[in-house]
Structure formats: structure tokens, C-alpha cells
């Protein structure tokens, strides 16, 4: 505490540069080059999965290395096992491009499961109803488009509330989740009572086998996710939800109807999750449980497309992340399956996972300055002198072999420039345009 | 009595300087404050009072300069500082906190356990509460009081703590007239205790009525204090306002005069039921400025939105004059049958004059008529904007563009890139469900090219852009449209000189080149400098409309603290202009 004569002697000066002697203080970072980011983000995941295998072994007492090689056994150990992960990838991502324009428009929707689960309810309703009396490709057209006008109902109902009476969305599309997965129950119990709580395997009205079942939902997707990041980046919607997104005054200010585009935009964040439905029901399980068809996704996507910031593309990326994650645990587990029982192991590691990835934008947006006796640097530099020997050494074989690289792409790029000249000519100054003024700018 | 009185000084601030990055809040600023009085620190908006203030109640610290408490030199570095010095300050804002009662928010932040009993703490309230003449219930929850509770909470808070000093911000800002007097009456009760007030204010009357002294501050610099019993209200205005000073600014001579937009008896009541804007009539004129001036928060956000459309539900007409008369026809958002009936009522002619009749002729001949530029407007066409959003306007044909306030919030997106927000009023252009990006692109490199927009390049987020950049892209878009009304609010806050004068000349110029100008400002000399006319707002009403080239700042600076019973005769200034 300060008494009246200790104040008299603090004068501003002394005051200020007290304040300014702490060991170590966070400053905000400029111009992160886009590698030194990547770099960053890439070591933090890899520090997780160490983490996260010493704490395996240390609980469970498994080997961590034949563990690491799991991990990858467990993703692409077979050409089953590989298309499975591309399958289970895509589905995800569906998920994720379904969550993300909802989320550009600041609308948590947290209730991706209850739309997967009632589009995938409908469409085994119509399976199972329908099978048999209708040809296959009838059922699978029609419980498509009924899938998707359920989930988008599913969604639109929170939307509509929110739109118009300001209620809390994220509560909403929760609470809708509860209804949905109960109404699966409900409806298991009412047509199949003899079963326990899942729908036998249905035979009709399967999606059709396209090589081995799994190819198809990849290509479907792959179409979704074109669409989509047109809708997003080039179409007058998607640049309404994104002003809805950022300000609503702004929306305001040039005549946006915010009401309409929220609806919209739930609409069709609904309508896509009630398709990721109608995959897993016709195409993957052809069967429903009240608690496992949506497998969590709903709540995965989230942190797909939270790490890559709602942009569709690096989605990609983090959804095949999330999967290859899930799927190599399952097999880390399963190897191990004496010691570790359930998925915890997976859960753990997926959590360090995410820990650590959001520490790691801590570290993108602000760099720790360390201080002594006055003069400040930043940590990363002096870890960075320190590795400077190390970085020299691989900087000696990856500089030529990159350059090898390099020179090659250039040679294929090259080719095809010349091949597509013609019909590039439009297109091309633009782009050349764009990427000039920001190489200038660096 | 006051002879006696005035000898102590309670407090004495000594060259308080504070700056915050390049804006100078508070300058070389000297003067004492006696033990038992009540002082008005009176001046403009960012003059700098509410700075000192905090300065001396610990939630600032001043650069330079040294601030004594009865004779001591004291440093207060935080509020705790200030609490010990037995100073106490009620914000504008008040600081409670919504879920407590009112005593747990008196006791709150309490260290000593004796004070922070709670049966204790009751009673020497109630004592306090009989000994000024407060009326509080101290069960109640703050989120069931009203204002002037609250702030009747805020006072009594600082009191518990012993408070000798009391700081009030604003503190008549939200009350009703009977308030204020209770508020007053309590405040001479405190006064005769020998308690030292210092009131925040831009309101001359109250200041007369209250203070013992009064201390004006101007544009952060510390002019001079007088005793209220040896001044008027027309002096402390000029001290307030200050001498008019010469600026450079370019203001040509308004040609073309034509009534453009009529607004007629605008109300608008918010969500609270407060009036914010009270029977608003004005006429903005084609080819002049019309700057509007008023103490911040009388309404001048407000009636820009109203206008513009971003606030909709208000009461009145916004009534605007389309040029048409004389002009070629062309159609835009028309069907065949409204040009048809437009026709017969007589809206166009031939270049000889002769009336247009195209019954019976089929769409394709009309087309053929009109592309030949044969066919002209007899009348100009009248819209009533009343509660259309800015989109409808726009589809209208009538071309109203607004700057306002709140640029990164409303005006851009601060997170889109230049081109983006090039395309905000625009986007909807063109068929199909595709944006066209180009005409943006181009927009976007002419505004960066002609208004020497700084920027690494046109993807940039705006919010990465300086403020005078920021605000220079939002102008730049919006006299795009070559405009017919330009409304713009403050549009020079924030902005370094250079900045500021390049936003003058092209309100300007648009100004010469015929679009009505409405320029909301906060300097007089400015206004004075550039606008035609000045209309003055008052607590949501017009309390005058004058001649900028003629009128003073005395005039001006009156108007802006006028009370509401003498808008009548002010009202023919309309007419003179």
C-alpha cells in the first residue's frame, strides 16, 4: 500500500519504466510471412502427437514408435482402409461446408447432428417403407431430396427464431439435436420393437456401387464443395452473408434484409448437413442408431473448419487431418486394445491436438518478447540462433533438392500454359495481376 | 460566507498534460479548485474535460504536470490512489453492477470489515440519505432502478467512502427536469457539509444555476475561471467556442439553387421511448452545403440515418425532389403500364413542347421514341422516402448517398478488401446470381489513384488502412454514384489536416457539381468556413437555421445550448438564407 510520503517519490517517469520490466511480455506480430505460420502450426502438431503418444505410453505403457507407425497403419494400412479415410474425410468436410456459411455469418450452429440424423432418418424411413415396391434409383432420388428438405426445415427452425425474435441460436440448434436423435429412437422403437435400438440392414434403395461403394461419396462431395465455394466467393449470397456476418449496421446501412439471409443461409447450411445424412444412411451404414449415425460430426466439423478460419479450401485439409487422427488412434487403439479400453486414447490425443493447434495462433497473432537489462528480443529468435546450425545443415540438402523440384514443376507448369493459351487468355491478366501487386508488397 | 470559504484550496492541478498517440487531450493545464464550493468545468465535446477528470480520480495518469490535494503533492496511479485521497467520482457510464443491490454495490471494493458489514454499512447510509435528502431503497436490484436512482447510487457510493471531493460527469445528461432539481437540491446540501463538487457540463443554464465558479476548457487548453456571479451566458459561450478563426478552406459560390429534399415534421422515438429527434423541417438545397452543428448526441446521427433509411420507423416526410425537368427521358424499374400512365398524365413532352401520348403504342416503339432522346421530362418526379431501406431508395432511381460516423462499422467492412467493399451498394447489379467483380476492381484502382489512397494493394482489408485512408475509400465510393444528396457525418474525425481539407474540397465539389451536401460537423470554425447554411440541433430539435457566411460563433455556439421555448423566432433564419 502507498502512504501519502511513498507517492510524492514515485514521479511518472520512474512509474513507466517500472511497468516495463517484466522478464517476459506479449507483443502484438506484423507481416508473419504465410511459410513461417505454416511452419509454426506444422511443429505444434507434430509436438501434440509426441505429447500425446508419451502420455499414452506412460498411462497405458504401450510403444510409442510402433504406435507413430499405427498411426498411418490405421488411415492407409489397405486400399479399404484408404478409401474408407477418403470416404470418412469427405463426409466430414460435407459437414464442415455445410457449417460454413452459417459460421461466416457469425450463426453458431451447433446443431449439425440433429440435421444429419433427421435427414438420415428420412431417408431410411423411405427405405425401409418404400423398399421393394419402388425401383432402387426411385428411393434414392426421392429420400435424397427429402433428406435434404428435412434437415433444411431442421435448420430453418432455430433461424427463423433467431431472425425474428433474436433468441440464442447456439442454444437452439443444441437443443434441436436432442429432438432429433429422440425422434430416431422414437421411431426405431415404433416400426422395429423387436430390435435393439437399430434399424436391421436395408437392402433396397441402396446408393449405387460406383468401383467400391466409397468412390461415389467422395465425388459427391467433391461437386458440393465446387458449388459451394462458388456460392461463397462469387455469388451476390455469399457475399450478402458475409457482410451479414461481419456488421450487421453495414447490412443495415446498405438494405441488406438480414432476416432473409439468416433464413436463407440456415437454410441451406440445414440442407446440406440432411445430405451428409442421406450419404451415411444409403451410401455407408444403410441402417440408423438413435446415438452413432452422425458419428459426432456435427461438433467434429466445428473444429475443422474453426482451424481453417471457414475458408473451404483448407478445410479440406483439416477435415483429412481430423480423420486421419481418428482413424490412426482407432487402430493405435485397437492394436493395444488390452490396455486401453473405449476411445479415450483417441479423445486424448485429439484434444492435445487441438491444444496445442490454438496455441499455436497465440503464436501467429503475438510474439513473446523476452527482456534483459532493457533490451528486448523476441523468443523466437534466440530459440532460433540456437537451431541455426541445425537449420544451416538441412538448409544445405533441401535448398538443391527444392530447386530440383522447382525446376521441375516449372517445366510441367510451362506445358500446360503453353497447351491452354488460348483459353487461359482471358482469365490470365487478372490473376497475373493480383499475384504481382502482393508479391510487390512482401 | 464565501470569502471564508474560498481560501483553502482543495485541489490545484499544475501544467496536467496528456496525450494520447498524436492527439493532444489536455495542455499545460493550471488552475485551483476551493474546498466547499461547487465548480463547472464547462467546454465543448474533446475539449478535454472528462480526461482531467479521470486524470485526478486515477483512471488516467497524466504525462506531465502535478496535481496537489489540500497543499500535498500527490500521485494518483489508480483509483484505489484517489480513494484514499478521498476523492470520488461518478461517470457518465455509470459503474454498477446490474445483479447486486444497491448496498452490496455500496460495499463493494470495501477492505475494511467494519465498513463492509452490511448492517453497519445500512445504517450509516440511511444516515447519509437523511443528512442530504436522498431517496434510495438499498434492497433493490440495480437492473430495477431507474437513471436517476442510479446515479443517486453512484453519489451515495462515493460518499460511504468517505469522499470529499466529488467529480460528476454529465450528471444532468439523462435526468428530467424535476430530477435535476432534486439532484441540485442534494448538491447544495453537500455543499453547505463542505463537501468540494466539480461538475462536468456543457449546459450554460445549469451552469448558472449551481456553480459557484466556472473553469472552461477549449479544444484541451485551459482558458480561464470565473465566478458565476460576475458572468453571463453570452460570455461563457464565447469562452467556450473561442474567437473565429480563419481557416483556408475552400467555399465557392452555391449556383443552381433548386429544392432538393424536404424533410417535414421527422420524429423519431427510440426503442426506450426517449425522443431522439423532435419535429425536424429543413430543406437542403441543390449546389450549397448545409452543414448541421449541435452538441454531440442531439440528434444529428440520427436524422442522418433516418434519411438515409438505416433507421426506419420515424414519424414525417423525407421528401425528395428528382431533377428530371427538361432532362431525356429514360426508364429505369418501370413496366410498360406506369410509362403509359405517366404518359397520360401529362409527365412528358417533345423537345417542341408538344404533350407525349404513347396509348396504344407498342413497348418496342416507345423504346425507339425515347432512345432518340426526343422525349423530356415536363416535371421533376417527387418520391417520399418515409421508412424505405436504403436499397428500396436505391432501386428508386434516387441517388443518396451517406457517410456516416461509424465508418468500419457501418459504412465498410473492415475485414473485406477494397474491391469488396467498392461493390457494397452495388453488388446487386447485373443478372444472375454471380458478383461482377470488375467494375468494382476498377473503381477501386481510380479512387486509390485519384484520392492517393495508401494502401499495399487493393486486396488489403480495409481495416489494415489508416483512419484517413479508411475514410477516403468510404467518400471515394460514395460520390461515386455522382450523388444528388450527400450526407455526411463527421467525416473529418480522426483525420490529420491533409486529410481533412482533401475531404473538404470534394464535399466541395460535389457541392458544384449539384448534389445537396449535408455535413454534420463538431468544429464551428469549420462549418463557418464551409457550409452555405448552418442548421443548429438542440436535444433533438432544430433550435436555428443561419447564414454560415454571415453568422458568428457566439451565435452559433448559443443556438447549441438553447432552451426550447425560444426556437420560434429563430425559426425565420430559414427564410434570410
Same mark, same amino acid.
Given at each position: 500500500m502507498l502512504n501519502k510520503n511513498n507517492s510524492v517519490k514515485t514521479l511518472p517517469s520512474e512509474k513507466s519504466t517500472k511497468e516495463k520490466k517484466k522478464l517476459f511480455h506479449v507483443e502484438k506480430r506484423f507481416n508473419m510471412a504465410t511459410w513461417q505460420s505454416i511452419l509454426i502450426r506444422f511443429a505444434f502438431i507434430l509436438i501434440a502427437i509426441f505429447f500425446g503418444l508419451l502420455v499414452l505410453t506412460m498411462a497405458y505403457g504401450i510403444d510409442?514408435?510402433?504406435?507413430?507407425?499405427?498411426?498411418?497403419?490405421?488411415?492407409?494400412?489397405?486400399?479399404?482402409?484408404?478409401?474408407?479415410?477418403?470416404?470418412?474425410?469427405?463426409?466430414?468436410?460435407?459437414?464442415?461446408?455445410?457449417?460454413?456459411?452459417?459460421?461466416?455469418?457469425?450463426?453458431?450452429?451447433?446443431?449439425?447432428?440433429?440435421q444429419i440424423a433427421i435427414g438420415a432418418l428420412a431417408c431410411i424411413m423411405l427405405m425401409v417403407e418404400l423398399g421393394g415396391k419402388v425401383p432402387d434409383i426411385v428411393i434414392v432420388l426421392v429420400s435424397g431430396v427429402v433428406a435434404v428438405i428435412i434437415g433444411a426445415i431442421w435448420a430453418a427452425i432455430p433461424a427463423i427464431f433467431k431472425a425474428l425474435f433474436n433468441t440464442n441460436e447456439s442454444l437452439f440448434t443444441l437443443m434441436m439435436n436432442y429432438i432429433a436423435t429422440g425422434l430416431v429412437g422414437i421411431y426405431i422403437y415404433w416400426r422395429f420393437p423387436d430390435e435393439s435400438n437399430i434399424v436391421p440392414s436395408q437392402s433396397y434403395g441402396r446408393l449405387p456401387v460406383l468401383f467400391n461403394g466409397k468412390v461415389l461419396i467422395v465425388i459427391l462431395i467433391a461437386a458440393l464443395f465446387v458449388g459451394l465455394f462458388f456460392y461463397l466467393k462469387y455469388s451476390k449470397h455469399g457475399y450478402e452473408l458475409s457482410v451479414v456476418g461481419e456488421s450487421i449496421n453495414t447490412a443495415r446501412y446498405v438494405g441488406i434484409n438480414s432476416k432473409k439471409v439468416i433464413i436463407r443461409t440456415l437454410i441451406l447450411s440445414g440442407a446440406l448437413c440432411g445430405f451428409v445424412g442421406f450419404l451415411i444412411a444409403s451410401g455407408v451404414d444403410f441402417s440408423i442408431t438413435a446415438e452413432n449415425t452422425h458419428r459426432g460430426m456435427g461438433f467434429t466439423a466445428i473444429m475443422a473448419v474453426w482451424l481453417a478460419k471457414f475458408n473451404p479450401i483448407i478445410s479440406i485439409g483439416t477435415a483429412m487431418f481430423i480423420t486421419f487422427i481418428t482413424k490412426g488412434m482407432s487402430q493405435v487403439q485397437m492394436s493395444n486394445s488390452r490396455y486401453i479400453t473405449g476411445d479415450s486414447a483417441t479423445n486424448i490425443v485429439m484434444g492435445l491436438i487441438f491444444l496445442f493447434v490454438i496455441a499455436s495462433e497465440f503464436l501467429v497473432e503475438y510474439k513473446i518478447m523476452y527482456n534483459k537489462n532493457g533490451k528486448e528480443t523476441d523468443v523466437f529468435e534466440i530459440i532460433g540462433n540456437f537451431l541455426k546450425p541445425v537449420a544451416n545443415f538441412f538448409k544445405k540438402i533441401f535448398v538443391p533438392v527444392g530447386r530440383f523440384f522447382a525446376k521441375v514443376f516449372k517445366s510441367i507448369g510451362l506445358f500446360f500454359r503453353k497447351l491452354f493459351r488460348i483459353s487461359a487468355k482471358k482469365e490470365k491478366p487478372r490473376m497475373n495481376k493480383g499475384n504481382a501487386s502482393a508479391k510487390e508488397d512482401k | 460566507m464565501?470569502?471564508?470559504?474560498?481560501?483553502?484550496?482543495?485541489?490545484?492541478?499544475?501544467?496536467?498534460? *496528456? &496525450?494520447?498517440?498524436?492527439?493532444?487531450?489536455?495542455?499545460?493545464?493550471?488552475? +485551483?479548485?476551493?474546498?466547499?464550493?461547487?465548480?463547472?468545468?464547462?467546454?465543448?465535446?474533446?475539449?478535454? *474535460? &472528462?480526461?482531467?477528470?479521470?486524470?485526478?480520480?486515477?483512471?488516467?495518469?497524466? +504525462?506531465e504536470g502535478q496535481i496537489y490535494v489540500n497543499g500535498e503533492k500527490v500521485t494518483i496511479a489508480s483509483p484505489m490512489d484517489a480513494f484514499r485521497l478521498k476523492i470520488g467520482m461518478v461517470h457518465q457510464h455509470f459503474k454498477l453492477i446490474d445483479v447486486f443491490t444497491c448496498l452490496e454495490n455500496i460495499i463493494l471494493g470495501i477492505t475494511n470489515k467494519e465498513k463492509a458489514n452490511k448492517s453497519n454499512a445500512r445504517k450509516a447510509v440511511m444516515n447519509l440519505c437523511d443528512r442530504y435528502g436522498f431517496e434510495i431503497n438499498l434492497d433493490k436490484k440495480v437492473y430495477d432502478l431507474s437513471v436517476s436512482e442510479k446515479q443517486t447510487l453512484e453519489i451515495l457510493k462515493t460518499l460511504y467512502r468517505e469522499a470529499e471531493i466529488l467529480i460528476l460527469d454529465e450528471p444532468t445528461a439523462v435526468l428530467t427536469p424535476i430530477e435535476i432539481k432534486k439532484l441540485f437540491s442534494v448538491l447544495t446540501n453537500m455543499r453547505k457539509d463542505g463537501k468540494t463538487i466539480i461538475i462536468i457540463t456543457h449546459k450554460l443554464n445549469e451552469v448558472m444555476e449551481i456553480s459557484d465558479r466556472v473553469a472552461v476548457l477549449r479544444k484541451g487548453q485551459y482558458i480561464d475561471t470565473v465566478k458565476t456571479s460576475e458572468t453571463n451566458e453570452a460570455q461563457l459561450t464565447e469562452m467556450m467556442v473561442g474567437k473565429k478563426i480563419v481557416l483556408n478552406?475552400?467555399?465557392?459560390?452555391?449556383?443552381?439553387?433548386?429544392?432538393?429534399?424536404?424533410?417535414?415534421?421527422?420524429?423519431?422515438?427510440?426503442?426506450d421511448g426517449t425522443k431522439v429527434l423532435d419535429d425536424i423541417n429543413f430543406i437542403a438545397r441543390s449546389g450549397e452545403i448545409l452543414g448541421i452543428a449541435g452538441i454531440a448526441g442531439s440528434g444529428q446521427r440520427e436524422l442522418l440515418e433516418a434519411i438515409a433509411g438505416v433507421k426506419p420507423?420515424?414519424?414525417g416526410d423525407v421528401i425528395?425532389?428528382?431533377?428530371?425537368k427538361n432532362l431525356p427521358v429514360s426508364f429505369f424499374h418501370k413496366t410498360y403500364r406506369e410509362v403509359v400512365n405517366m404518359a397520360k398524365n401529362g409527365a412528358f413532352h417533345y423537345e417542341d413542347g408538344t404533350p407525349v401520348d404513347f396509348t396504344g403504342m407498342s413497348s418496342k416503339k416507345i423504346k425507339e421514341l425515347v432512345n432518340k432522346e426526343k422525349v423530356i421530362f415536363n416535371e421533376n418526379e417527387i418520391y417520399n422516402l418515409r421508412n424505405l431501406n436504403p436499397r428500396t431508395i436505391r432501386e428508386l432511381g434516387v441517388r443518396l448517398s451517406f457517410v456516416p460516423e461509424d465508418r468500419l462499422g457501418m459504412g465498410l467492412v473492415g475485414n473485406m478488401d477494397l474491391i469488396d467493399n467498392m461493390m457494397l451498394r452495388s453488388y446487386r447489379k447485373g443478372k444472375g446470381i454471380a458478383v461482377n467483380r470488375k467494375k468494382p476492381e476498377a473503381l477501386a484502382e481510380e479512387i486509390v489513384h485519384e484520392l492517393d489512397v495508401v494502401t499495399p494493394n487493393l486486396h488489403t482489408p480495409v481495416r489494415k488502412l489508416s483512419g484517413g485512408n479508411v475514410q477516403k475509400v468510404l467518400v471515394g465510393r460514395e460520390i461515386a454514384s455522382s450523388p444528388k444528396v450527400l450526407m455526411a457525418a463527421y467525416p473529418v474525425r480522426g483525420l490529420d489536416i491533409n486529410s481533412s481539407y482533401l475531404i473538404y474540397n470534394l464535399l466541395d465539389k460535389e457541392k458544384q457539381e449539384g448534389s445537396a451536401v449535408i455535413f454534420v460537423g463538431e468544429d464551428l470554425d469549420v462549418l463557418l468556413a464551409l457550409c452555405d447554411r448552418i442548421l443548429v440541433m438542440c436535444e433533438g430539435r432544430v433550435s436555428g437555421i443561419v447564414d454560415a457566411r454571415s453568422a458568428t460563433k457566439e451565435e452559433v455556439g448559443l443556438l447549441m445550448t438553447k432552451k426550447k421555448e425560444e426556437e420560434e423566432e429563430t425559426n425565420g433564419g430559414e427564410n434570410n438564407a
Open positions: 510409442p514408435f510402433a504406435s507413430f507407425g499405427n498411426l498411418f497403419k490405421g488411415a492407409f494400412g489397405n486400399w479399404d482402409k484408404f478409401w474408407e479415410f477418403f470416404r470418412d474425410s469427405a463426409l466430414l468436410l460435407g459437414v464442415g461446408l455445410a457449417l460454413i456459411p452459417a459460421f461466416k455469418m457469425k450463426f453458431w450452429n451447433l446443431g449439425g447432428n440433429g | 464565501e470569502n471564508t470559504v474560498q481560501q483553502d484550496i482543495s485541489i490545484r492541478f499544475e501544467n496536467i498534460t *496528456k &496525450t494520447f498517440g498524436s492527439v493532444v487531450a489536455n495542455e499545460k493545464i493550471t488552475f +485551483d479548485v476551493y474546498k466547499g464550493e461547487i465548480l463547472s468545468l464547462l467546454g465543448e465535446n474533446g475539449s478535454g *474535460k &472528462t480526461t482531467l477528470m479521470n486524470m485526478l480520480s486515477g483512471i488516467y495518469f497524466p +504525462d478552406i475552400k467555399r465557392t459560390e452555391p449556383k443552381d439553387m433548386e429544392d432538393r429534399l424536404f424533410v417535414e415534421h421527422l420524429s423519431l422515438t427510440n426503442k420507423g420515424y414519424k425528395f425532389n428528382r431533377p428530371k
